[in-house]
């Protein structure tokens, strides 16, 4: 039996999980590819895995991707005596790929579900820019955690420092982002434009990381569902105070949208790597007080709070 994990492994572990939800996949593939056509024999293809040390490649014909073929493929030509057959005849067909831009969390759910070795990243254009193992993950996540760690020794004010500047009774920051419905392109640009504020103010990387996945979440289900939207933050020595509201169509079921795996998301959207039901679930968790108010026909308002003093808690779900 392993030994129990130190307070320290704890919140190293809490970070790692965090900060999938904030990374994208084009964060952690790698963009240096190698690649085989299918007029490639097995043999030929055992070379190329011998001296690229890699373990798989997508096949490309033309220019286009047309499968992907892996050291599992070869092991299986070498067991049938098939080294003189083509890669066109033991690659996978039509793979399944990811966006370049989709959270990182995405694709772990995918390495989790489908018990692939790698994927293809494409970008939204249909083009091959990268290809993702999850050894690519881990180190995403360990230079990132690196990152905070030093920028976090050269903070030199936390929140409460801004406020005790200013001479007042009471003081809020507000902060208003406009989202625009169906724009796929500019998605997650509310959330991480707030993110980025909130950490020039100083306030605790765990607060901000908290209000980022539950600001993004909210951005993502205006833009997927609405025809747009607003995501306001107001920001005071206590808490941050989330809205997103938007004109859209309303939640005909409140209970039923809260309930993991939930969507009522057109299957285009899901291909796209958005919908999996899990916006307004990951939102609860991640928030210390939520209010979800929608009438059919009229639209939706979300509140949020966060607290300052919460730093020691992460999002339960992660």
């Known amino acids: 039996m392993s030994a129990p994990l130190s307070a320290q492994q704890k919140r ?3 970070r790692l999980q965090e900060l999938v939800y904030e990374l994208r996949v084009r964060d952690a593939m790698t ?3 190698i690649t085989v056509t299918p007029q490639t024999t097995i043999a030929e293809f055992r070379e190329v895995l011998r001296v690229n040390r890699i373990s798989g490649t997508p096949v490309v014909q033309e220019g286009r991707m047309v499968g992907i073929i892996s050291i ?7 067991a049938a005596g098939q080294m003189n057959a083509t890669v066109g005849e033991k690659m996978t067909p039509n793979p399944v790929t990811l966006y370049d831009d989709e959270p990182l969390i995405h694709a772990v759910g995918k390495f989790s579900s489908l018990g692939y070795g790698r994927f293809p990243v494409i970008n939204r254009q249909g083009d091959l820019v990268g290809i993702l193992v999850q050894g690519d993950i881990v180190r ?15 903070r030199r004010y936390r929140a409460s420092h801004i406020f005790e500047d ?5 003081v809020t920051l507000r902060f208003r982002y406009r989202v625009a419905g169906g724009d796929f392109e500019r998605a997650g640009e509310a959330s991480s434009r707030l993110k980025k504020t909130l950490s020039r ?6 607060i901000v990381r908290r209000v980022a996945i539950a600001a993004y979440e909210a951005e993502m289900n ?3 569902y609405t025809d747009g939207g607003e995501l ?4 005071d020595p206590k808490q941050v105070y989330l809205v997103a509201v938007d004109q859209g169509p309303g939640i005909p079921d409140i209970q039923k949208a809260m309930e993991p795996g939930f969507s009522t998301a057109p299957e285009w959207v899901r291909e796209m790597g958005f919908g999996a039901g899990m916006g307004l679930p990951n939102i609860q968790n991640c928030t210390d007080e939520m209010r979800l108010e929608s009438t059919v026909g009229v639209g939706t308002r979300l509140e949020m709070v966060i607290y300052l003093d919460s730093a020691g808690r992460p999002c339960s779900s992660l």
Do not use: F, M, N, S
């Open 201 to 206: 103010l100083g306030i605790h990387p765990r």
């Open 140 to 154: 995403a996540l360990l230079r990132q955690l690196e990152v905070e760690y030093h920028e976090e020794e050269v």
């Open 222 to 224: 205006i833009v997927i």
């Open 72 to 78: 599992e493929d070869l092991i299986k030509a070498l």
């Open 12 to 14: 190293e572990v809490t």
């Open 31 to 33: 963009t240096r590819l």
């Open 232 to 235: 306001i933050a107001e920001v």
């Open 166 to 170: 200013i001479l007042a009774d009471q």
